[in-house]
């Protein structure tokens, strides 16, 4: 899987640029706020449908213009996705694509950057959404089960909110809900499964100390137990007037050597862990579609020592493409050729 280039047009501070990279590694640099992180962004967006910085897709469109535009070329098609001030439209090679199932995943990425120590500290919610994006770009059946349940989520709480339920209705939703639930589960518990069978060595070869790390999934229920669940938590969604069962609340912590991350991991711990949890990623990408995803490493290389550096640079799959930014080339350790991108803030006009 390679990028061959990346057009934008209107898109956040570019008026109408133009990218082409090499198929292993590429260098940006430039000073901050020149729209480094911007490029991977686009990339992101092509690859998930959406922004991982703003929920609001008008926030992607470049200031007193009515759309913006990604044209992503890469060794499998032609990706582009059109934003207006309404809505938003994809497109393979020059084809309309209606579904997001369709598209979700073709072009797949898999992004380290600063701001990943917020896992830690997000809301479940938010840790839930990393874990929807990561498993639907490789699992058409697990898009296909999420996107059915919170349609399906979203009429039961709508229902629970009348005076009097239609109950027929409810009881209908609640079956319809049981098979979808199970799917979820699985996928999940795969994807975990797969984490966590990486994540402690992949955390060795960064640190080159001997941590075992691992994730608890926190699910709702075993797969067994959802009709039941679904039929004693009845009296609850009623008093609440909103569904208190379902994947909709399942939860992840992170544990080293047994014991909570966040209770006795230092700053440098959980940012390895992290770094380790992404590379982990990818090896579960590589597993379920059997190609390597394209590493983007935002500003991440700065924070991190000598010794981190070259490790991190170590474990980079050979076969991966690889897109880094920076303030500065001196302070990147790179031992190997590479595409340099300079940007100045006066060609982003």
């Given at each position: 899987m390679l990028i061959r280039s990346v057009a934008l047009n209107d898109y956040r501070n570019y008026s109408r640029r133009y990218f082409e990279f090499d198929p292993h590694l590429n260098i940006i640099i430039g000073k901050n706020g020149v729209g480094k992180t911007n490029i991977l962004e686009s990339i992101l967006v092509v690859s998930n449908t959406k922004s991982y910085r703003t929920s609001d897709d008008q926030n992607l469109i470049r200031k007193d213009c009515d759309f913006a535009r990604i044209n992503l070329v890469s060794d499998e098609g032609t990706f582009k996705v059109v934003i207006n001030k309404k809505n938003k439209s994809l497109y393979i090679n020059n084809e309309l694509i209606k579904k997001t199932s369709e598209f979700i995943g073709r072009i797949n990425a898999v992004l380290f950057k600063p701001s990943d120590l917020e896992l830690f500290t997000q809301s479940p919610g938010e840790r839930r959404k990393l874990l929807d994006i990561e498993i639907s770009k490789v699992s058409k059946r697990y898009i296909q089960a999420l996107l059915k349940y919170n349609y399906l989520l979203k009429d039961k709480n709508k229902l629970l909110k009348e005076l009097e339920p239609d109950r027929i209705l409810l009881n209908v939703i609640n079956e319809?809900?049981?098979?979808?639930?199970?799917?979820?589960?699985?996928?999940?518990?795969?994807?975990?499964?797969?984490?966590?069978?990486?994540?402690?060595?992949?955390?060795?070869?960064?640190?080159?100390?001997?941590?075992?790390?691992?994730?608890?999934?926190?699910?709702?229920?075993?797969?067994?137990?959802?009709?039941?669940?679904?039929?004693?938590?009845?009296?609850?969604?009623?008093?609440?007037?909103?569904?208190v069962f379902g994947p909709h609340h399942d939860d992840y912590r992170f544990l080293m050597d047994g014991y909570d991350l966040n209770s006795i991991a230092s700053q440098g711990q959980k940012r390895m862990t992290l770094i380790a949890f992404k590379f982990a990623l990818i090896r579960y990408i590589e597993e379920n579609i059997n190609k390597t995803p394209i590493v983007l490493l935002d500003d991440i290389l700065s924070e991190l020592d000598k010794e981190n550096q070259e490790r991190l640079l170590r474990i980079i799959p050979e076969n991966a493409q690889v897109i880094i930014t920076n303030t500065d080339i001196h302070n990147l350790l790179i031992d190997k050729e590479y595409r340099l991108i300079e940007l100045k803030e006066e060609e982003n006009v």
């Amino acid at each position: 899987m390679l990028i061959r280039s990346v057009a934008l047009n209107d898109y956040r501070n570019y008026s109408r640029r133009y990218f082409e990279f090499d198929p292993h590694l590429n260098i940006i640099i430039g000073k901050n706020g020149v729209g480094k992180t911007n490029i991977l962004e686009s990339i992101l967006v092509v690859s998930n449908t959406k922004s991982y910085r703003t929920s609001d897709d008008q926030n992607l469109i470049r200031k007193d213009c009515d759309f913006a535009r990604i044209n992503l070329v890469s060794d499998e098609g032609t990706f582009k996705v059109v934003i207006n001030k309404k809505n938003k439209s994809l497109y393979i090679n020059n084809e309309l694509i209606k579904k997001t199932s369709e598209f979700i995943g073709r072009i797949n990425a898999v992004l380290f950057k600063p701001s990943d120590l917020e896992l830690f500290t997000q809301s479940p919610g938010e840790r839930r959404k990393l874990l929807d994006i990561e498993i639907s770009k490789v699992s058409k059946r697990y898009i296909q089960a999420l996107l059915k349940y919170n349609y399906l989520l979203k009429d039961k709480n709508k229902l629970l909110k009348e005076l009097e339920p239609d109950r027929i209705l409810l009881n209908v939703i609640n079956e319809s809900m049981e098979p979808l639930i199970a799917a979820i589960i699985e996928e999940r518990e795969k994807f975990f499964q797969t984490i966590n069978k990486y994540i402690s060595e992949k955390y060795s070869q960064i640190s080159g100390k001997n941590t075992e790390i691992r994730i608890i999934y926190e699910k709702c229920c075993e797969i067994e137990e959802i009709k039941n669940e679904l039929e004693r938590t009845k009296e609850k969604d009623d008093y609440y007037h909103y569904a208190v069962f379902g994947p909709h609340h399942d939860d992840y912590r992170f544990l080293m050597d047994g014991y909570d991350l966040n209770s006795i991991a230092s700053q440098g711990q959980k940012r390895m862990t992290l770094i380790a949890f992404k590379f982990a990623l990818i090896r579960y990408i590589e597993e379920n579609i059997n190609k390597t995803p394209i590493v983007l490493l935002d500003d991440i290389l700065s924070e991190l020592d000598k010794e981190n550096q070259e490790r991190l640079l170590r474990i980079i799959p050979e076969n991966a493409q690889v897109i880094i930014t920076n303030t500065d080339i001196h302070n990147l350790l790179i031992d190997k050729e590479y595409r340099l991108i300079e940007l100045k803030e006066e060609e982003n006009v």
